[in-house]
C-alpha cells in the first residue's frame, strides 16, 4: 500500500508538485488530499491551465470538493487546521507561502508532527524549524528516517549552486565563492525589511539578499561560512541561472573544470546537475527536470579563479527534487 500525502498550498507550487507526481506515476506514494481557500473547481482549473508550462494532458473532474484525476480521486480541504487523520494522510507538504491561512501539521510548540501525521516536508524554502535539509542526489545519506520527521527541501538556487560548487570542491577544493541567482519575479512583494521586494520586477532588475550560502553551508557542510550571494529577480516568467565565482586551492583550466562538471553529470550527481555546449538563454531551460544545466561554454578562469554558470527551472526543477525526496521518505517511514 502506497504512503498517503497531502500538498497543504494549491499555489503555483503546490500545482506544479501535484501535476509532477501525477506525471510521474510514483510508486511509492499517492497524493489523497489537497489544502487551500480556493474551491476545488478553481483549482481544478488552474492544474490544466498555466501560462509557463502550457495545459496539463490530464482528466480532471470535480464532484463536490473532490479532483477525479484521470482514475484518481484527490480531496480538496479547506480548514485552517484540518484534521490530517481524518482523510488518513501519513505525510504533508508543505508548500511555504502556498499555505494560504498558514495552516500547520504541528503539535501545540509548533515542534513536531501532529494531528495524525507522521512526517513534514517543507517544500516552500529552507526552515530553521527542520531536523534536516536534503537535496536527493546530493545528500540524502545524512536523512534519517527514525530521528528527522520534519524534513526541509532546499531552494532551488541553493540545491544549483550546491550541484556546481560539490565538484569543484572535490576536485580542486574551494576556499570561498560568491553566488548570484538570477530569476524571474512578476509581481512586487511587501517585506517591510527589505525595500527593493516593494518595487515593480516586471519592469525592474530587483537586487535582494537571500540565504543561499547558509544552505549551501547545510547541504556541503565542507564550505559552512564560505559561500554567501545575493538574487537578482527580473522581468521574466520563469526559468534562471546561478553566477558562481569560486576562489580554489590551486589555479585551474577551463577544460579541468568542465572535465569535472561532466563527470559528477555522469557519475555522482546523474539526474542532478546536467551539462551542455549549447548556446542556451532562459527560455530554453523552462520545463527542465535536473536541478542544474552547466553550461560548459560559459566557464571561466584566470589562476584560481573560476566562474560557472548553471541554468534551472526553479518550478520544473525544485518540485521534482520534493518528489524525489517524498519518494525517499516514502520507502524509508517507520512502522509501514
Known amino acids: 500500500m502506497r504512503v498517503r500525502v497531502s500538498i497543504?498550498?494549491?499555489?503555483?507550487?503546490?500545482?506544479?508538485?501535484?501535476r509532477a507526481i501525477t506525471d510521474r506515476r510514483e510508486p511509492d506514494y499517492?497524493?489523497?488530499?489537497?489544502?487551500?481557500r480556493a474551491p476545488a473547481h478553481e483549482v481544478a482549473?488552474?492544474?490544466?491551465?498555466?501560462?509557463?508550462?502550457?495545459?496539463?494532458?490530464?482528466?480532471?473532474?470535480?464532484?463536490?470538493?473532490?479532483?477525479?484525476?484521470?482514475?484518481?480521486t484527490i480531496?480538496?480541504?479547506h480548514e485552517e487546521h484540518p484534521h490530517w487523520a481524518g482523510a488518513d494522510v501519513e505525510i504533508v507538504v508543505r508548500t511555504g507561502a502556498d499555505c494560504a491561512g498558514g495552516s500547520a501539521p504541528f503539535d501545540?510548540?509548533?515542534?513536531?508532527?501532529?494531528?495524525?501525521?507522521?512526517?513534514?516536508?517543507?517544500?516552500g524554502g529552507p526552515d530553521d524549524g527542520a531536523d534536516v535539509t536534503v537535496v536527493p542526489g546530493l545528500d540524502e545519506d545524512v536523512y534519517d528516517a527514525t530521528r528527522h520527521r520534519v524534513v526541509s527541501?532546499?531552494?532551488?538556487?541553493?540545491?544549483?549552486?550546491?550541484a556546481l560548487l560539490a565538484?569543484?570542491?572535490?576536485?580542486?577544493?574551494?576556499?570561498?565563492?560568491?553566488?548570484?541567482?538570477?530569476?524571474?519575479?512578476?509581481?512586487?512583494v511587501a517585506d517591510p525589511t527589505d525595500p527593493h521586494l516593494g518595487r515593480d520586477a516586471a519592469v525592474n532588475i530587483v537586487p535582494t539578499g537571500c540565504r543561499v550560502g547558509t544552505e549551501v553551508g547545510a547541504l556541503l557542510p565542507d564550505l559552512r561560512d564560505r559561500v554567501d550571494g545575493l538574487v537578482l529577480r527580473v522581468p521574466t516568467a520563469d526559468a534562471a541561472l546561478v553566477d558562481l565565482t569560486a576562489r580554489l586551492a590551486a589555479p585551474v583550466t577551463p577544460g579541468q573544470v568542465r572535465r569535472s562538471l561532466t563527470t559528477a553529470a555522469d557519475g555522482p550527481l546523474k539526474g542532478l546537475l546536467t551539462c551542455t555546449r549549447e548556446p542556451l538563454v532562459s527560455r530554453d531551460v523552462v520545463g527542465e527536470?535536473?536541478?542544474?544545466?552547466?553550461?560548459?561554454?560559459?566557464?571561466?578562469?584566470?589562476?584560481e579563479l573560476v566562474t560557472v554558470v548553471g541554468w534551472y527551472d526553479p518550478e520544473a526543477g525544485h518540485v521534482h527534487r520534493v518528489a524525489d525526496l517524498l519518494g525517499i521518505m516514502a520507502r524509508t517511514l517507520p512502522g509501514r
Open 8 to 18: 497543504d498550498g494549491a499555489g503555483r507550487l503546490g500545482r506544479q508538485l501535484l
Open 30 to 36: 499517492e497524493v489523497v488530499a489537497v489544502r487551500d
Open 45 to 72: 482549473r488552474r492544474l490544466l491551465h498555466d501560462s509557463t508550462h502550457g495545459h496539463w494532458d490530464h482528466r480532471v473532474e470535480v464532484v463536490d470538493e473532490h479532483l477525479g484525476l484521470d482514475d484518481h
Open 75 to 77: 480531496r480538496v480541504l
Open 108 to 123: 501545540r510548540e509548533g515542534a513536531r508532527p501532529a494531528h495524525g501525521v507522521r512526517a513534514v516536508l517543507v517544500a
Open 153 to 162: 527541501a532546499s531552494s532551488a538556487e541553493a540545491a544549483c549552486a550546491a
Open 167 to 188: 565538484p569543484l570542491h572535490r576536485g580542486f577544493g574551494v576556499v570561498d565563492a560568491l553566488v548570484t541567482a538570477v530569476e524571474g519575479r512578476t509581481a512586487p
Open 289 to 303: 527536470t535536473a536541478s542544474c544545466v552547466a553550461d560548459l561554454g560559459l566557464v571561466r578562469t584566470r589562476g
